[in-house]
């Protein structure tokens, strides 16, 4: 029975950090830390509970069912478990995630040299996506081409980054901005949202398998505990930076308390800092970690697709990483504008489902527990991804008054009674027989 050694789950937790760590955890983090100001622990304690402690709980979700998103979903029924999926690939694929990668690696990396305008955009997301395809094409070595060699030079760089950041800040912790005044925790765990690390762990759960299947490991149980090892590293490395850039952006009012978005505020502090050579910095860091991320989101929807439909695994790579070129030439406004409502309304399901799964030893019959709880999810998370877009005079008043809707969260209450009341119904009704369960 194969096992894997010490140097080889370690390149395995280096690849699962590198896979997470992409566009959004690195541009929302410092916008988050400057608005949240003298409120920075609680608006980070928040942001580290939906873009760190959900992605690990959703890792292990995956690693105890034994699979992927399937299994995950399977007490919903094949329909709706192919549904949900296919809108959580979408989302973190060629609609939104991987385009991002693409945009926020340039505006960071390359724009301060070139201009922003859409010459530069689209010769360098042409060179991007190449390299991304051709690393997507042969997943069997993502341990070695990320874990081993992409990695460590991205480590590296994030701890001159980080370093800089913790003994270097540009000034004092800034004043707190009207939306954190009342509510930094909500307004931190809304922002963990826009990572889009809980979806992505849906997704990358089954890279993650792989990749352990594919240095010989074929036992089930090992597969599980290196999947958590990998999580558990991943995690690690992710609340180290974000601790990190949550800290750069507070102290950073002073220069640039005008800046409107993550971006700003870092490429404002490494030109403050190091100068020419903190944009070059920048751009290393910014470009491994996009790249990395778009190769595990397009690695994952290739698989995925390429089960579901009577298409080859590389036809899939190469469709979805050309339709993520066009996309990622929109800019990156329009791709933030669009992809909130969508995150508020994915989210809410996501964090049921992994919830549901890992007290899945509780349930007496899964499918009386999932359907009524899902459902009520779906419909609350439809509301508040509508709220979100703008629409807020289409959603009826019942729901702009259930508790914490003005943040967002008018989900959690009725979900929470509904799951009380399943479970209850439940017990009440025991076990199912074989036929029906």
């Given at each position: 029975m194969t096992r894997l050694q010490g140097s080889d789950l370690l390149a395995l937790g280096f690849m699962t950090f590198a896979l997470f760590l992409g566009a959004g955890n690195i541009i929302f983090p410092p916008s988050a830390g400057m608005a949240a100001g003298e409120h920075i622990g609680?608006?980070?304690?928040?942001?580290?509970?939906?873009?760190?402690?959900?992605?690990?709980?959703?890792?292990?979700?995956?690693?105890?069912?034994?699979?992927?998103?399937?299994?995950?979903?399977?007490?919903?029924?094949?329909?709706?478990?192919?549904?949900?999926?296919?809108?959580?690939?979408?989302?973190?694929?060629?609609?939104?995630?991987?385009?991002?990668?693409?945009?926020?690696?340039?505006e960071m990396g390359v724009a301060p040299f070139t201009g922003n305008s859409g010459t530069p955009l689209?010769?360098?997301?042409?060179?991007?996506?190449?390299?991304?395809?051709?690393?997507?094409?042969?997943?069997?070595?993502?341990?070695?081409?990320?874990?081993?060699?992409?990695t460590p030079v991205l480590l590296a760089a994030l701890l001159v980054l980080g370093?800089?950041?913790?003994?270097?800040?540009?000034?004092?912790?800034?004043?707190?901005?009207?939306?954190?005044?009342?509510?930094?925790?909500?307004?931190?765990?809304?922002?963990?949202?826009?990572?889009?690390?809980?979806?992505?762990?849906?997704?990358?759960?089954?890279?993650?398998?792989?990749?352990?299947?594919d240095r010989g490991v074929t036992d089930a149980g090992l597969i599980t505990r290196y999947s958590v090892i990998a999580g558990l590293i991943a995690a690690v490395g992710l609340s180290l930076v974000y601790l990190a850039l949550f800290y750069l952006g507070a102290t950073s009012q002073g220069i640039a308390g005008e800046a409107q978005n993550g971006v700003q505020i870092l490429t404002t502090y490494v030109q403050h800092t190091f100068g020419i050579a903190g944009s070059l910095l920048l751009a290393i860091v910014i470009t491994l970690a996009c790249l990395t991320t778009a190769v595990g989101l397009l690695t994952a929807c290739g698989e995925f697709f390429s089960s579901l439909l009577p298409i080859s695994y590389r036809v899939v790579v190469v469709i979805f990483g050309c339709f993520s070129l066009l996309v990622a030439n929109q800019g990156l406004t329009q791709l933030i504008s669009v992809s909130v409502p969508v995150l508020v309304?994915?989210?809410?399901?996501?964090?049921?489902?992994?919830?549901?799964?890992?007290?899945?030893?509780?349930?007496?019959?899964?499918?009386?527990?999932?359907?009524?709880?899902?459902?009520?999810?779906?419909?609350?998370?439809?509301?508040?991804?509508?709220?979100?877009?703008?629409?807020?005079?289409?959603?009826?008043?019942?729901?702009?008054?259930?508790?914490?809707?003005?943040?967002?969260?008018?989900?959690?209450?009725?979900?929470?009674?509904?799951?009380?009341?399943?479970?209850?119904?439940?017990?009440?009704?025991?076990?199912?027989?074989?036929?029906?369960?």
């Open positions: 609680l608006a980070a304690l928040g942001f580290l509970l939906t873009g760190v402690g959900l992605p690990l709980l959703t890792i292990v979700a995956l690693a105890r069912v034994g699979g992927g998103m399937p299994l995950l979903t399977a007490p919903l029924g094949k329909r709706a478990g192919i549904l949900f999926a296919v809108a959580v690939y979408l989302a973190i694929g060629p609609l939104f995630a991987t385009p991002r990668t693409a945009v926020v690696s340039f689209l010769i360098y997301s042409l060179a991007y996506f190449a390299a991304v395809m051709f690393l997507s094409l042969n997943p069997g070595q993502l341990v070695d081409r990320i874990g081993k060699f992409i370093g800089a950041a913790l003994l270097v800040p540009a000034g004092e912790i800034g004043q707190v901005s009207a939306d954190y005044q009342a509510t930094p925790f909500v307004q931190g765990f809304l922002q963990g949202y826009l990572t889009m690390d809980t979806l992505g762990a849906l997704v990358f759960g089954i890279v993650i398998a792989s990749a352990i299947r309304g994915l989210y809410p399901l996501a964090i049921v489902l992994v919830a549901l799964n890992l007290l899945g030893g509780l349930w007496l019959s899964p499918r009386r527990v999932f359907v009524p709880v899902m459902t009520v999810t779906l419909i609350f998370g439809l509301v508040d991804g509508f709220a979100a877009a703008g629409f807020k005079q289409l959603v009826p008043r019942l729901f702009s008054e259930m508790p914490l809707a003005a943040q967002s969260l008018g989900w959690l209450v009725p979900v929470l009674v509904t799951l009380l009341l399943a479970a209850a119904l439940d017990r009440v009704l025991g076990r199912p027989s074989p036929q029906l369960a």
